[in-house]
């Protein structure tokens, strides 16, 4: 999966780049807002691709006394910083522009230009967006796309996913503002263009963020690992029950488990300890990405009536607060 987030990206920084300079060079000779729009918006986008790469490249740090779970949130953290970024340089300049051109419409010089660099920009964002999303479809299994985007933990390939998108429909705005500016004279209809891909970028940049602040915030391993784990808790014999099972993503790979079981009464210590170390075992077999298990002993009475187990209730004056192992 890192090698394919990895693939992704180089894809989309790359077109990006290219892009980007082929924009500004058609901008500048032909004085359209919406291709210096789009333009600043390629250059957000092959920012954001360094950023995302440097999220990757950090989370892979190993773990430190500062840090005791690794690095793996990183990622997390960059992802939702290009989504600030999408907004506020992507979207904000093309807003910003727009309105300027729409105040004071200026007639564009060459149509052709314009037409045969979308064109390109076109193809070569088209390419980005099939890479990013054969990446993507690896995980996806039978769900929708929407679906998939929700449950997943990785947000490199989605990201790409959700720019390259925007940039091919702000490609489609641009060229249908140059085509209404040329055949209808509505010179305005470049600068409303330039808005129009101001909207795109900040509703991508409004989905990205709510993605990746779910994922900043905590998101438990998926209802599949979960159930297993369950099941497999529920094999063991010593068990009498399974008081709370806490899960959450510290990185795309790297899960953390919390796991409170109830024993048997007529389970020794030895017995317990052999439990614990075979759960521990079977759980990093099955699941590879959880890559901290943590399981303790805690009778049934001790736990409050909460959903889902949470929390012991404080003990009295006096005496000691409820058992773990």
């Known amino acids: 999966m890192a090698g394919d987030s990895k693939l992704v990206i180089y894809a989309a920084l790359a077109g990006n780049a290219a892009i980007a300079v082929t924009k500004f060079i058609a901008a500048a000779y032909t004085g359209s807002s919406a291709m210096l729009s789009e333009a600043i918006h390629s250059v957000v986008d092959t920012g954001n691709q360094g950023l995302l790469l440097l999220g990757l490249s950090r989370s892979r740090r190993a773990p430190d006394e500062v840090h005791p779970f690794g690095y793996g949130m990183e990622v997390y953290f960059w992802s939702f910083v290009v989504a600030i970024l999408i907004f506020g340089l992507g979207s904000g300049i093309s807003f910003y522009e727009g309105v300027q051109h729409i105040l004071h419409p200026e007639p564009i010089t060459s149509y052709t230009i314009n037409y045969v660099v979308l064109g390109f920009a076109i193809l070569f964002e088209g390419a980005a967006w099939i890479v990013a999303l054969r990446a993507f479809n690896k995980t996806r299994g039978g769900r929708s796309l929407w679906q998939a985007i929700r449950r997943s933990k990785d947000p490199t390939t989605f990201t790409v996913l959700f720019e390259d998108s ?3 429909l702000g490609l489609v705005i641009a060229m ?11 010179h305005t209809a470049d600068g409303a263009a330039s808005i129009g891909i101001a909207v795109v970028l900040a509703l991508a940049a409004a989905g990205l963020a709510y993605e990746t602040r779910s994922l900043l915030i905590g998101e438990a391993a998926t209802r599949e690992t979960r159930h297993a784990i369950r099941e497999m808790i ?7 029950g399974l008081n709370e099972l806490r899960t959450i993503h ?12 109830d024993f048997r009464d007529t389970a020794s210590l030895a017995d317990v300890e052999a439990t614990v170390s075979r759960l521990e075992t079977r759980i990093r077999e099955t699941f590879p990405e959880v890559m901290h298990v943590f399981i ?3 009778a049934k009475e001790s736990q409050r009536g909460a959903p889902f187990g949470i929390g012991v209730p404080p003990a009295a004056p ?3 607060k409820g058992s773990s192992g």
């Open 318 to 320: 006096g005496q000691p």
């Open 234 to 240: 529920g094999e063991e014999p010593g068990v009498a």
């Open 176 to 186: 249908i503002g140059l085509l209404l500016s040329q055949h209808l004279g509505w």
């Open 296 to 298: 303790e002993a805690q």
């Open 250 to 261: 510290l990185g795309p790979q790297n899960v953390l488990a919390n796991i409170s079981l």
């Open 166 to 168: 925007a940039a091919l």
